[in-house]
């Protein structure tokens, strides 16, 4: 089971608070740092306001000082940063994780929600690892079978999440491509649909088909995935993938975009019940 709370969010979350409190005293960062008497400078406080450097405990007491925090808050605020230097249970598993993607299981670790769109590969979340290795297998590049293995035991480990204590809402909507598209075989197909079917049955989990008759949507470009998590100092965050890295959109714009996407993608998708039976009635024909 994956360890919580995720390095990657308290770190996310601090560096907002950081801009934040900043903002509320009116000051520039060139005047931070000549409060600071020269304990660091404008460019190491811009790399930990946008995340691109983690503060030290020390270093953002002294930030904490400067912007009058009170003791209480500071108290929360270093645990934060203490909490953000540590290592995520994903480090366990080195290069099975490439370091692009090492930041997205960290959000999804603490996430309270996550939507998904999938035009042609079913969501990480719900794959089988027999799913999984035959498509890896399909990949260039794709390494040895310890290497797919370790690959395997990541994607297990993340979907534990959907099964143990206080799990994230999921809600997939997948093209009608994904549960056509054979992968691995029938027998491993009828079983990634019947695995989707079984899952789709908890109350936290949503599948929905967007079948090709829906014709034309704004998704045909791409899949995407939206995190949201339960504070409200912790903005959502649109997640894009490709074969060799990732996007993160976190500006209030772009994730709006994104959410009136996925709700139209809803509104075009069969509804639970309809996608189920469909699912069903795939898997039984490979069957």
């Known amino acids: 089971m994956p360890i919580r709370p995720s390095p990657t969010v308290r770190g996310r979350r601090l560096r907002y608070e950081l801009r934040r409190l900043r903002e509320e005293c009116g000051l520039t960062i060139d005047q931070v740092v000549s409060r600071a008497q020269d304990d660091f400078s404008a460019s190491t406080i811009s790399r930990w306001e946008n995340g691109e450097r983690r503060v030290r405990p020390a270093d953002l007491r002294v930030l904490l000082d400067i912007y009058e925090v009170d003791p209480d808050r500071q108290e929360v605020l270093l645990t934060f940063a203490r909490e953000a230097r540590q290592r995520g249970w994903w480090h366990s598993y080195g290069a099975a994780i490439p370091s692009w993607f090492q930041f997205f299981v960290g ?14 590969l079913m969501p990480g979340l719900l794959q089988t690892p027999d799913y999984y290795r035959a498509f890896l297998n399909a990949a260039p590049a794709v390494g040895n079978d310890d290497e797919i293995d370790h690959k395997i035991d990541v994607r297990s480990a993340r979907q534990e999440r959907l099964t143990g204590e206080d799990p994230p809402k999921f809600w997939a909507v997948v093209n009608e491509a994904v549960i056509r598209r054979v992968v691995g075989g029938e027998e491993v197909m009828s079983a990634q649909l019947r695995h989707v079917v079984e899952l789709a049955r908890r109350p936290q989990v949503s599948v929905q088909v967007l079948p090709f008759k829906a ?4 998704a045909m470009d791409g899949s995407f995935t939206i995190l949201d998590f339960p504070g409200a100092s912790d903005p959502d965050v649109v997640y894009l993938e490709n074969q060799t890295g990732s996007l993160y959109l976190e500006e209030t714009p772009q994730v709006e975009r994104y959410t009136l996407m996925f709700n139209y993608l809803i509104a075009k998708a069969l509804d639970p019940d309809e996608s189920l039976t469909m699912i069903t009635r795939v898997a039984d024909e490979l069957s």
């Open 215 to 218: 014709g034309v949507h704004p």
């Open 107 to 120: 959000l999804e670790t603490e996430a309270a929600s996550i939507k998904a769109y999938e035009s042609e």
